[in-house]
């Protein structure tokens, strides 16, 4: 409860979408969870994106010392929810933000970006962790195909 809560006052002013709780999954006796996470995409009507991650619970801040920092892991998935209408997004081969939300005071964010892939008509969701100063290869993708049926 207190990282989302001071990630949530950190990051207002940086994430481009908030996303909705929708479920909480307890992992351990000393508070740890799993937090599930639906993201509508803001610039893509019709899909959204449900992304999970790991959140540190008082008991295990208390015994480790490191308070103020989460996990980098994530899990993601986007769908079709809808009917696809896509406005004006940056086709740029670095893609956009969708979604951040601070894992540390400062230093860590978790990241879903879109990439445009127009060869294959694909909209790619990638989950990553952004760190100032160590890069991380924990990374997830999901991808949306866009095509008509006939």
């Known amino acids: 409860m207190f990282t989302r ?3 949530l006052s950190l990051s207002l002013a940086a994430t481009p979408l908030a996303a909705e709780e929708i479920g909480e999954i307890g992992v351990d006796w000393v508070g740890n969870d799993i937090i ?3 993201i509508s995409d803001p610039d893509v009507a019709g899909v959204t994106c449900h992304i999970a991650y790991f959140d540190r619970g008082l ?3 208390l015994s480790k010392g490191n308070w103020f920092e989460d996990p980098s892991n994530a899990s993601i998935a986007c769908r079709q929810t809808g009917p696809i209408e896509i406005g004006e997004i940056d086709r740029s081969p670095s893609g956009e933000d969708v979604f951040r939300t601070s ?4 230093l860590k964010s978790l990241r879903v970006k879109r990439i445009w892939d127009e060869a294959n008509q694909t909209l790619v ?3 990553h962790a952004a760190e100032l100063t160590d890069g991380s290869a924990k990374v997830a993708i999901s991808t949306v195909p866009l095509y008509s049926p006939e």
């Open 5 to 7: 809560l001071a990630a």
């Open 36 to 38: 599930v996470e639906a």
């Open 59 to 61: 008991i295990d801040r």
């Open 103 to 106: 894992r540390s005071i400062i």
């Open 125 to 127: 969701y990638v989950a």
